[in-house]
């Protein structure tokens, strides 16, 4: 697992389609792992938090919502890009969606930075943007990889698979308005 990671850093075309044939969900996990320790420390370290079962909840919740939003998007994004070029493989997608979530180990050490230099603080809005743009990137770069798309039809693919979750998302929300608008009124 950790020699994957490490041929990722040094040969990363090669090793994105050997994920994507491997499919390995513990590399996926540890990804989705770090992500969701890399978010919870940071956002525990910024409020001085030190008690662990708010630490463990905020862990779990953060790596099921990451873990739910990446399947979701992993299988959206594949189902396009499959019909568009007849290759790929979802899982393997998953995997490395799962891989594009060590980025997020740059909050914790803006975190620590910012600890020292507390007006670094105001631009936390900014950081995390920025992270999350790096992110995307990444994750475009391996699709564009794994896919042997163009950088504009990747993108596209990737804007393309957006449109289920959002539809979703605002289904959902109805829903739950819906909900609780029957409820009280009932």
Do not use: D
């Not at 873990?67 to 899982?91: D, K, N, P, Y």
């Not at 930075?113 to 990444?138: C, D, E, G, H, N």
């Amino acid at each position: 697992m950790f020699a994957t990671l490490f041929n990722f850093v040094l040969k990363p075309s090669p090793t994105i389609n050997q994920i994507m044939q491997e499919r390995n969900l513990r590399l996926a996990l540890l990804g989705y792992c770090m992500g969701a320790f890399s978010v919870t420390l940071a956002a525990m370290l910024r409020e001085s938090q030190n008690n662990p079962f708010v630490f463990i909840f905020i862990f779990l919740s953060v790596l099921f919502f990451s873990v739910c939003i990446s399947f979701f998007f992993s299988a959206t994004a594949h189902l396009f890009l499959e019909l568009t070029t007849g290759r790929g493989r979802a899982a393997g997608l998953f995997v490395l969606i799962g891989l594009s979530e060590f980025t997020k180990t740059l909050l914790v050490a803006f975190t620590l930075i910012a600890l020292s230099f507390p007006f670094l603080f105001a631009y936390k809005t900014l950081v995390v943007f920025i992270v999350f743009i790096i992110q995307l990137f990444f994750i475009l770069y391996m699709m564009q990889h794994a896919y042997g798309l163009s950088k504009k039809r990747t993108f596209f693919a990737l804007l393309v698979s957006f449109v289920p979750a959002i539809i979703c998302f605002f289904a959902a929300i109805s829903i739950l308005i819906s909900a609780i608008v029957w409820a009280i009124t009932a």
